[in-house]
């Protein structure tokens, strides 16, 4: 019987000034601020930085490969719209040695990063529930 | 002690009540926790909802896993608990109860009689139950009461007789189920109160609903949700009668030379013990119940205990649920809690072309992680500001109604063990394959044709479908593996859900469906339970 090999999980190191730019700036391709918050503002970042330290760590891996090839595509110099032309080329296969499912992934935690309870490290002031109209929010 | 019960969940706690009142003394184990609500309280990232970030009710991912082979892939994967994968209902005092959204059906009376209102069904172990609705109506009523349903008798033109009306009535509607109810009646349809075990009025020493956005996936502040860790279990612990062990990790049913069970060998912390009992019950869910049979063995059940015609662990069900998004332009979003307020039977059976159907209801209040990632137009990128913008003007302008599918029982779905994988404590972990059968994708197709319509009729200026997927069924509405039968060749346990070959073991769970409805079980597990114990105190009286 075949069976697949679990991933492992290597200690955490935290991230270099330039990844957590480059995080940044991913992040705010999938939430950009204009006159509604975005991920910076919800603090998007600080929330994958921690939970890849810990319960999420088993894409930290996954992240540092992907930001290490968009540091090498020279992502930080492109102006915006060209940051997202290139994560859609990303997320139709079009970019060699970052996977598809990097967007997805990044997408899902920066959702989570903006909807999430505040508790987990984003979502600060419960920006992203007052976005959608319910400023009570979904925790007490 | 007289019985030993193995899970605190749906049905566990019904069978303790029962058995502390009738003066037997009950050891009921539970390998989870008895929460607070404090310890979990209302983060939907670690919720019954979504568990991006480990379940809230437990099991955790540091002690159990699971082997799974998912539709057509090859390979065994190994899965962590919160996975979704995993198939997990939970594991707590309450079991699934505590952060269930608490819709209380009652199954039609051909839910239990498939097989001869539809025919063999291939590819499925389609078959009918060996009791019958008006067999199961007594303790359905008994279950409303003890654990506290609201709702309106008469209300559904579908529903069976019934003895006795609800005890409280039904919680009042919610905007979405205000706009939903006249669309259904223009389309000729029946649409009705969901019955909910949630408080509409103070009840049984439990306040009544305060209306919170926040049900489904979480535990109630107020218990004004029926959970059985807040009705069936303090009652029995009340008696005297009943010694509620938490973090004890049943590990095998220990058997005698004759076959029948001498007690529980159980793990507290990674201290082995031995709970000899008089009588045992199996009430983990159908996934751990098979797993917890097929782990208990001597040479009289050599591939497990109750498992000597391979039905144990076999036609693993769930429900496939289906059905569709709409956006309007007004306002469908008021906070009001539950949220899920309105459904209608008119397509559980009668269907052309369909073997079943299901229940159609509005949604519980949509989580906001959940609702960016679920809820969204499939024509739309799912990052990028055109998203965003759309998030922010639409959470308050979507409505989702959706139905669970009837599934077809299906013999390759199960639930083995593998020796090879083991959890925290070396018992051997679950080991699932199988995919639904393709006529849960056909009934889902047809559910979802039937929930745009209502939406429509609603006012949604644009709606889209909700399909099932074609993976492993289960999780958290999961049961079959041990079915109920009359013969004990084509089953595990018979009417009174006692293992066929075994005098004093019984199940007593969702895994005795023969089939599992177009509804939330919970009601139906209960129902059992009820109906078994009674069987049960007579049995223990008589020696």
């Not at chain 2, 319509?453 to 999961?478: D, I, M, Y």
Request: hydrophobic share 35%.
């Amino acid at each position: 019987m075949a069976v697949a090999s679990a991933t492992v999980a290597l200690p955490f190191q935290a991230f270099s000034s330039e990844q957590r730019a480059l995080l940044e700036a991913v992040c705010e391709q999938m939430l950009p601020s204009d006159d509604l918050p975005g991920a910076k503002e919800a603090g998007v970042v600080q929330y994958i930085e921690r939970q890849l330290a810990g319960t999420l760590r088993q894409y930290d891996a996954a992240y540092r490969s992907a930001l290490a090839e968009l540091r090498d595509a020279g992502f930080l110099a492109m102006p915006f719209d060209d940051r997202t032309r290139f994560l859609e080329q990303v997320e139709a296969g079009k970019v060699k040695d970052i996977p598809a499912s990097f967007i997805r992934m990044l997408a899902d935690h920066t959702m989570q990063g903006f909807f999430g309870d505040p508790k987990h490290g984003g979502n600060r002031d419960r920006i992203g529930w007052k976005m959608i109209g319910i400023e009570k929010g979904h925790s007490h | 002690v007289d019985a030993v019960i193995v899970g605190a969940g749906a049905g566990g706690g019904v069978v303790a009540q029962e058995l502390s009142r009738a003066g037997f003394r009950v050891a009921l184990l539970e390998r989870g926790k008895r929460y607070r609500f404090a310890e979990t309280d209302h983060d939907e990232l670690r919720s019954q909802r979504t568990t991006v970030l480990g379940n809230a009710f437990g099991p955790d991912d540091e002690r159990y896993k699971r082997l799974v082979k998912i539709g057509d892939d090859p390979q065994f994967r190994i899965v962590p608990a919160s996975d979704g994968n995993y198939g997990n209902v939970a594991a707590c005092v309450g079991g699934g109860t505590l952060s269930y959204g608490a819709m209380a059906w009652r199954f039609l009376e051909k839910d239990f009689r498939m097989r001869s209102t539809y025919g063999a069904t291939e590819g499925s172990t389609l078959e009918d139950w060996p009791i019958s609705y008006a067999d199961l109506e007594p303790y359905y009523t008994r279950a409303e009461w003890e654990i506290g349903v609201s709702g309106k008798a008469g209300a559904n033109p579908f529903e069976p007789p019934r003895s006795k009306p609800y005890p409280m009535p039904p919680l009042p509607f919610n905007r979405e189920a205000s706009l939903l109810a006249p669309a259904a009646r223009k389309l000729g349809w029946h649409p009705f109160p969901i019955p909910m075990a949630i408080n509409s009025k103070p009840y049984d020493g439990r306040p009544a609903c305060i209306a919170c956005p926040h049900c489904v996936g979480f535990s109630c502040e107020v218990n004004a949700k029926g959970s059985t860790a807040v009705n069936v279990i303090p009652r029995a612990i009340k008696t005297g009668n009943c010694d509620l062990r938490t973090e004890c990790v049943a590990k095998e049913i220990l058997l005698d030379a004759t076959g029948d069970a001498t007690g529980v060998a159980y793990f507290n912390g990674n201290q082995l013990y031995e709970q000899p009992a008089r009588i045992v019950i199996v009430a983990c869910s159908a996934t751990e119940s098979a797993r917890l049979l097929l782990n208990s063995r001597n040479k009289l059940h050599p591939t497990g205990l109750g498992n000597q015609t391979d039905w144990v662990g076999r036609n693993l069900q769930g429900h496939a649920y289906a059905g569709a998004v709409g956006l309007f332009e007004q306002e469908t979003y008021d906070g009001v809690g539950p949220g899920a307020r309105i459904a209608l039977c008119d397509f559980n059976h009668g269907n052309p072309g369909i073997k079943g159907g299901s229940m159609i209801a509005n949604e519980f209040i949509r989580l906001p992680y959940l609702f960016s990632r679920n809820m969204v137009p499939p024509r739309m990128k799912r990052w990028g500001r055109e998203y965003k913008h759309w998030l922010a003007t639409h959470y308050k302008r979507t409505m989702s109604v959706k139905g669970p599918i009837q599934e077809m029982p299906v013999w390759e779905n199960r639930v083995e063990i593998d020796p090879s994988v083991r959890d925290h404590w070396g018992i051997p972990v679950v080991k699932l394959t199988g995919k639904r059968h393709p006529h849960d994708i056909e009934a889902g197709k047809f559910i979802a044709t039937k929930a745009e319509q209502w939406l429509k009729a609603a006012g949604a200026v644009e709606t889209w479908k909700s399909l099932p997927g074609k993976g492993t069924t289960g999780g958290q509405h999961q049961a079959g593996t041990c079915r109920m039968s009359a013969d004990a060749k084509t089953g595990v346990v018979d009417e009174f859900c006692r293992v066929h070959t075994s005098d004093n073991v019984y199940v007593i769970d969702g895994s005795v469906h023969v089939t599992n409805g177009g509804f939330n079980p919970s009601l139906t597990i209960q129902a059992i339970a009820f109906r078994a114990s009674e069987h049960l105190v007579k049995t223990i009286k008589k020696g």
